[in-house]
């Protein structure tokens, strides 16, 4: 063989699982240049050392095979893109349980089938090389990592060796005279046999034209060698240099007979096949669906059967008898009984006949043909052949504009009674008479007449689109049965407010301990009270709560992150088996918010939590002279200094981890550092693109339904993941999305209420609805409005009408009072340094509560709001006619209103 000849690499992952690294390598093996066996790395070498012999003195292409951990990435690469190619031409909808189940459990089974030979994705990256360009880099890339690349395996490109595989599991001889070949040899994990000889004038021969029953010659591509501590299980026999091949080896293999028909089976249209028939011509599906398929025929095949079942029409009748076969074989085959292969038979007849199909059936019939049908000693498993499914339908799809297996509205209506099987093929039941007159319908009135437009012939391109945009306006007007179905009612009677009166207790700063019960034996924490938890009811799936303000800086996003983050910590005491928290509702905070600094989130939760003004932190070496900071130095007798100190010591414990008094404390051991890790999120938007277009053709990416599309579809990943990892299902976990402010994220539209009710609108449809959405919980903070902070004051705060004060406190879109439960917040001075009164109220809600205000005391140098007693509306006062005065007055018009006193009887809980 000449010793320069060049082996050109097959393409990466095409069917036949050969790799490819868009290179050439240039391999010559000969006996005399054959590694003597001292030179050969130990049965136990690590395979980056075996990887180097291969490079260094086989010059060989290397290529690293998968460890555990890269199928398992491989799967969710896979997954992502299965459902991806699901979500094509319905980017609002998600697949519904059970085809999201089988499309991981393809993707999942798919990549184990990978992990034979080189993992593609990781193989990508030696593109473009070849054995002498490969450097240390590229070898410590793939098999220098502690703990995937010590599991990887090495593959070589054969070049001018050529490889005999015989396997026992498909009826190979180890010991043969295939397997005794004279030459390097090697045990498989399968207890087959590798034998590797020289390639010159050898033919490949596998699948149907093997060499033998499970014996298979291979002359390009990759083999899997012994890795040393990566392989345990596959071994070198033998090290002796490789010979030329057997005469038999450059004959190759010769094809099966195929398997003939019973001559006293009753004949069938299907069993000649027509020549040069297009695919999916009527005659040809039908043969490929009787007969046995090899791997020169699967591709060929799964095209032809879906590109049928992807005509918007119904099936031949010679392709339904074939296919409801095939469906007889297989069901024989699982045991069913009677009721079973008749529910089954009827399901598959409507489909083939009307139909609407789609990818999901087509996949489902491929498969059904490859389990019964493929004869190949490599059969092809149930996940590739949906998969292989999946995408020919989506170019069919393309091709039909959408309408890819519409339902053929002339078609049959019904299906007729159905025998079980006695053998494994069944008689198909009968075809309905398509023939038959339609039953005559009374003639229209004359209006009628003149409003009815008959629908176009079928078999016409308009009859394609109308029988399109009929589908679609069936589904815009569902029944309200359907709308709200039974299990939906059944659902909202189970279910279970999340209470936010008493949430997660606040820690002592200078003790480090959680905050005991008061004198009434209650600790609210970072819950909002009994009075303001009982006014707005707690929180549901499904609920969208507004948060608005009398003026900017009032602390909306600091009232409203208490309560989530005491939610947050709750069910991190509850993952951590915290006493007192084992019915704690796991909820999911999700933060949509662009605060001016960065780790604004984390460092309010902490500095809240574990009580200290985070400018001891934010400050760097002036955090001393922050007036939070030196406020509680002068109230505890300290120093700024040493409150700094501590305030960074506690928040490095418990978002880091470490000991406290001898003792694992904070980190994964805390439900402050737990919740940091694992629980509460904030959106990265500088992963988005840069919006694209101008004017009218503008697409931002970041705002608008854009945003919020793809902000559902990362919460509902985000949610599987924390279901799976508590062991819990997906029902209960409840994301509580929070857009601060809202109307930062509602886009540049020439109209600033189309866009925010834009907004709105694929909040409650994408985050809310469970039909359409995820069933979460939104809460979104308003930006003030100009006639709020210039007519707004406080003595109208505690005075006004809630529909009033909403009116001005969300003025610009309806929409925000028409779609969610609207809560206000005005501040007042109280004369105490660092404390303010925070007065709330809940202007329009589903609860019916009382016209009361809600105050708190908010100290506003840590971000804690602690309740107090609500009160009743203040009187309006008659010479202001109800109208607050100007903004930039005294508040209340001059009046004082004085706190209620601490300590009494409103602070009791």
Known sequence: ????????????????????????????????????????????????????????????????????????????????????????????????????????????????????????????????????????????????????????????????????????????????????????????????????????????????????????????????????????????TSVAAPQPAPSALCRG??????????????????????????????????????????????????????????????????????????????????????????????????????????????????????????????????????????SVWKTCDRREEGNAGAEDMAGAGGVADYTPPTRPAYTAPEQVDNTSPPATTPAPSVDVAAAYVPLPPIGTE???????????????????????????????????????????????????????????????????????????GGLCEGDFKALGAAGAKAGKTHFLGQGIEGLALCTAARVLGIPGYSDAPIIMPVWVSEMPKEGEVLLRMVSRHLGFDMHAITDGQAAGEAPGVMHMANANQQTSGVVVQHARRLANLFVGGGTLDGRPAGGEHDPLGWAIRHLVREIDLSKFPNPKGTGRNRIDFRSG?????????????????????????????????????????????????????????????????????????????????????????????LSESGQRLAADIFAGSQAIMHNADVIAVCGEDCGVPFQRTQWVRVLQGRTGAPAEVYPFRWETHIGRFRPRKSEPLRAIDPERGGRGGRGDGPRGGGRTWAPAPPGGIGDRQ
């Not at 008749?342 to 489909?351: I, P, S, V």
């Not at 034996?521 to 009982?534: I, M, P």
């Open 462 to 536: 308009e009859a394609s689109e109308a029988a399109k945009e009929e589908r679609f306006l069936r589904s815009i007007l569902p029944t309200i049965g359907e709308a709200y179905p039974l299990e939906s009612m059944a659902r909202d009677m189970a279910k279970k407010p999340v209470r936010v009166d008493t949430l997660y207790p606040f820690m002592d700063f200078w003790r480090v301990e959680l905050e005991p019960a008061d004198d009434y034996g209650v600790s609210v924490g970072h819950g909002y009270g009994q009075w303001f938890a009982r006014a707005i």
């Open 1 to 236: 063989m000449d010793a320069d000849r060049v082996i050109a690499k097959p393409p990466l992952g095409s069917l036949n699982g050969e790799p490819n690294t868009g290179a050439t390598v240039h391999l010559s093996v000969s006996s005399d240049s054959w590694p003597a066996p001292s030179e050969w790395p130990a049965a136990d070498a690590h395979p980056l050392d075996v990887a180097r012999f291969w490079r260094d003195r086989m010059h060989a292409m290397v290529l690293p095979t998968p460890s555990a951990e890269d199928t398992r990435d491989y799967a969710a690469h896979l997954h992502r893109e299965a459902i991806r190619d699901w979500k094509w031409g319905r980017p609002n909808e998600e697949p519904p349980p059970k085809i999201a189940e089988r499309l991981e459990s393809d993707s999942r089974e798919q990549a184990w089938d990978a992990a034979k030979g080189p993992i593609p994705l990781f193989a990508k990256s030696f593109a473009g090389k070849t054995a002498a360009t490969l450097n240390d880099k590229d070898l410590a890339r793939a098999w220098g990592d502690k703990q995937r690349g010590a599991h990887r395996g090495v593959c070589i490109i054969l070049g001018d060796l050529a490889q005999v595989d015989v396997d026992p599991r498909h009826g190979g001889d180890i010991s043969g005279e295939w397997a005794s070949i004279p030459g390097p040899r090697v045990t498989t994990p399968g207890g087959g046999v590798h034998v590797f000889t020289l390639g010159a004038g050898v033919k490949p021969s596998t699948g149907k034209h093997a060499l033998a029953p499970g014996v298979e010659v291979r002359t390009s591509g990759y083999a899997v060698v012994p890795s040393g501590s990566s392989s345990p299980n596959r071994q070198w």
């Open 705 to 797: 339904p854009n945003l919020i599309g793809k902000l559902a579809d990362a919460v509902a990943l985000y949610r599987r993941d924390l279901a799976r990892l508590l062991g819990v299902s997906e029902d209960e976990v409840l994301p509580v999305v929070l857009l601060d402010p809202g109307q930062r994220f509602a886009g540049d539209d020439e109209s600033s209420k189309a866009a925010l009710d834009a907004l709105l609108g694929a909040v409650v449809a994408r985050i809310c609805r469970r039909r359409s959405g995820l069933g979460a919980v939104a809460i979104m903070t308003s930006d003030t409005t100009k006639a709020a902070a210039r007519d707004l004051d406080l003595e109208r705060f």
């Open 253 to 390: 293999g010769t094809p099966p007979a195929r398997k003939r028909r019973d001559p006293n089976a009753t004949p069938q249209p299907w069993d000649e096949a027509p020549t040069g028939a297009e695919d999916g011509a009527p005659g040809r599906v039908a043969y490929i669906l009787a007969n046995d398929a090899g791997i020169g025929e699967r591709n060929d095949g799964a095209k032809a059967i879906v590109g049928m079942l992807a005509r918007p029409m119904g099936l031949p009748d010679d392709a339904v008898r074939a296919a409801l076969d095939l469906l007889g074989e297989w069901g024989a085959g699982q045991d069913w009984n009677g009721p079973r292969a008749k529910e089954e038979a009827a399901r598959w007849h409507a489909a083939l006949t009307r139909g609407p199909r789609d990818a999901e059936f087509a996949a489902e019939v491929v498969a059904t043909w490859i389990a019964v049908r493929d004869v190949n000693p490599r059969r092809w498993s149930a996940a590739k052949a949906r998969t292989v499914a999946r």
